[in-house]
């Protein structure tokens, strides 16, 4: 599927959310036990998983968004995000890839009521303490020179600099699916505009208000927390994977899917077959 058809198979609807317009994908299976919301990494753009998105229709009822800037926190988006699920009246599994990881604690801790269950890959807890505090911390100084850096030069040339960094991580990836995955990302970046990534920034650096989470946030969940934590993930440390297992109650952790920090968009299917599989279980 090109990404020309997905946007004509899966069109994007808008519902009002206390008076804001509110732009998701929603594929309702009437065959599903599960509806699944993938939370995309740090560039934002849900698109990044439109392959995701039709593989996972198979099987489940499917909603995707953009973390849309009519909301400037995480909790904002939090509580209007479950406020959508409420009103298409499903309760849902939250799917998140780095900072969607985070921002799947982020929903639980808020709106509980509206989760049936995690799948976590590459991600680390949100709290200031181990290796998740200095990852924080790290992130916190990295973002804010970012910021700095993007506000006053122009765009197109910050682009190309993040296009190249992108390119040295695709180029440490495994050969399968490298090309396509290239492909992917320079689509996602001619949609990426100034504004939406200053925004993104801000939500990252966000992340860091939400320190709070404990262990019984996550208890309601009792087996049904899937980790995926690639032991060749280079932007989260050994402590940090820890630290989330240690934070859920009986996850199902799995540490042997390649493709570094990015597997879940390399590993395509191979991550939804895992995915699918142990969601059905439990369905």
């Known amino acids: 599927m090109t990404i020309e058809q997905f946007y004509k198979t899966y069109p994007q609807q808008t519902m009002k959310i206390n008076g804001k317009d509110f732009r998701y994908r929603y594929h309702k299976n009437e065959n599903a ?5 993938l939370l995309t990494g740090g560039i934002g753009l849900s698109d990044l998983f439109y392959n995701h998105f ?3 229709a198979q099987d489940f009822s499917v909603i995707t968004f953009d973390y849309l800037m009519e909301y400037s926190t995480m909790g904002g988006l939090a509580d209007a995000a479950c406020e959508l699920f409420r009103k298409l009246d499903v309760k849902v599994w939250l799917v998140g890839q780095s900072l969607g990881g985070a921002a799947a604690q982020i929903f639980t801790k808020r709106n509980p009521d509206c989760i049936e269950g995690l799948v976590l890959s590459n991600t680390c807890p949100i709290v200031n303490r181990g290796g998740a505090g200095e990852y924080f911390e790290g992130m916190k100084k990295r973002q804010t020179k970012s910021r700095r850096l993007i506000r006053f030069i122009p765009w197109g040339i910050a682009k190309k600099a993040m296009m190249k ?3 040295k991580k695709v180029e440490k990836l495994p050969p399968e699916g490298r090309e396509e995955f290239a492909q992917l990302a320079q689509v996602m970046f001619t949609m990426l505009t100034k504004k939406y990534e200053l925004h993104m920034i801000d939500m ?14 996550f208890a309601q969940l009792r087996d ?3 980790l995926i934590l690639s032991d060749d993930d280079e932007t989260f440390s050994d402590d940090c994977r820890k630290e989330l297992c240690e934070l859920m109650t009986e996850p199902t952790v799995i540490n042997d899917m390649g493709g570094g920090h990015l597997g879940a968009l390399m590993q395509i299917e191979e991550y939804a077959n895992t995915v699918t599989d142990y969601i059905l279980q439990r369905s």
């Open 33 to 37: 036990k599960a509806t699944l919301v």
């Open 54 to 56: 039709d593989r996972f």
């Open 165 to 167: 960094a992108i390119d």
């Open 204 to 217: 990252l650096l966000d992340c860091g208000n939400y320190f709070n989470m404990e262990k019984k946030d």
């Open 224 to 226: 049904r927390v899937l």
